[in-house]
């Protein structure tokens, strides 16, 4: 089946722009995850929905980022003012929630953003 | 809070050869540890997961992992060292105590010689 996709793979754009980029979880995964990947870094939190609501949004650095899924399903990661140290490759990721369980995180590619 | 250290940045073997990477983390008294494998330009896979049940875990492509609670440790291993192995790999805790996120390490990029 289809997993976890991102949109674009890769996007460019100038410091002070505003930019979105999409997430397509798994059919049937309620849980979506947002993490930032810098350059020789591991992946960091962002971001976590639990259907339509954020219910952790303490990894988001500051009040310019922002993330929606207001139907439950896909979700927009979206960076306001972008800065030089936005740059990074952003993932995605969902899950089942499995009560009692844990709850395995499935990735998308990624969509690499570079600010110039 | 949790974190995760990975001892080693870079570690190289020549193939055929055991590999080791190794990982320390902190958390509460029940994380659940992950092992994920990153392949250059391509997406984050799960290797295995060590979730309170037995402590030796076995993953995919021969890996495995051991959750020494005493030694809070959960290093990776794999009898024989291939070619395809040569990628960077995460060492990550996740705790119910503090949600679903996934804390990560820094990682470890394996190199493998012929």
């Known amino acids: 089946g289809a997993g976890v996709s991102q949109t674009p793979s890769n996007k460019v754009t100038e410091k002070g722009k505003y930019v979105e980029l999409r997430c397509d979880p798994i059919s049937g995964h309620t849980a979506l995850y947002w993490y930032r990947q810098s350059l020789g870094q591991g992946p960091e939190f962002l971001i976590y929905?639990?259907?339509?609501?954020?219910?952790?949004d303490s990894g988001l650095p500051n009040d310019r980022f922002f993330a929606v899924r207001p139907e439950g399903s896909v979700s927009t990661l979206k960076i306001q003012r972008t800065e030089r140290g936005d740059s990074a490759v952003y993932l995605c990721a969902s899950s089942l929630i499995v009560a009692g369980g844990v709850n395995e995180q499935f990735f998308g590619p990624g969509t690499r953003l570079t600010v110039l | 809070a949790q974190s995760v250290t990975q001892l080693d940045s870079h570690v190289s073997v020549s193939e055929g050869t055991p590999v080791l990477l190794r990982c320390n983390y902190s958390s509460s008294y029940s994380p659940s540890l992950f092992w994920y494998v990153q392949h250059p330009n391509k997406g984050l896979q799960l290797l295995l997961k060590?979730?309170?049940?037995?402590?030796l875990v076995k993953g995919i492509n021969g890996f495995e992992a051991e959750f020494k609670k005493s030694e809070t440790s959960f290093h990776l291993t794999k009898p024989s060292a291939h070619m395809s192995d040569a990628a960077e790999y995460f060492c990550?805790?996740?705790?119910?105590?503090?949600?679903?996120?996934?804390?990560f390490g820094a990682g470890t990029i394996l190199r493998v010689k012929s």
């Open positions: 060590y979730t309170s049940a037995a402590t």
């Open positions: 929905f639990q259907g339509t609501g954020a219910a952790d």
């Open positions: 990550v805790v996740s705790d119910r105590e503090y949600g679903n996120k996934l804390v």
